[in-house]
């Protein structure tokens, strides 16, 4: 069974960084999307950044310069290197990963935009950033 497990998370002041990780186990495709939302309560869980298997990145517009992407060379770690944080990045962090549907779906969606694609997820680690 898959399993994604995230770390890294923490409280930070306004203008401080983090690095978050997602360690990746057992899984088995090589055609596929990785990526972190994020949430905070009473709201939707929305996509803040996408790497594929072509190492083609999105990032939400909130985020853009400030927040990247990566993984490790095998593949196995997510990372998501968060700088210049904000009270308004303060949110649970979720790692995420697409099922066997990426393969057939990939031209049709955006990953960020569509949450649903995402059939892996870990249980997220808590970001909090004070002014």
């Known amino acids: 069974q898959v399993q994604l497990v995230e770390s890294g998370g923490g409280s930070v002041q306004a203008g401080g960084s983090l690095r978050l990780s997602c360690a990746i186990s057992?899984?088995?495709?090589?055609?596929?999307?990785m990526g972190w939302f994020r949430q905070t309560p009473g709201n939707l869980r929305e996509g803040v950044a996408t790497i594929d298997s072509t190492g083609v990145t999105a990032y939400a517009d909130s985020v853009k310069g400030r927040f990247t992407i990566s993984q490790n060379n095998a593949k196995t770690i997510l990372y998501l290197e968060m700088n210049s944080l904000n009270p308004e990045d303060s949110a649970r962090y979720y790692c995420t990963a697409t099922d066997q549907r990426w393969a057939k779906l990939k031209n049709t969606v955006v990953p960020l935009k569509t949450m649903s694609l995402f059939g892996h997820w870990g249980q997220g680690t808590e970001v909090t950033v004070s002014s």
């Open positions: 057992r899984y088995p495709y090589t055609d596929y999307c």
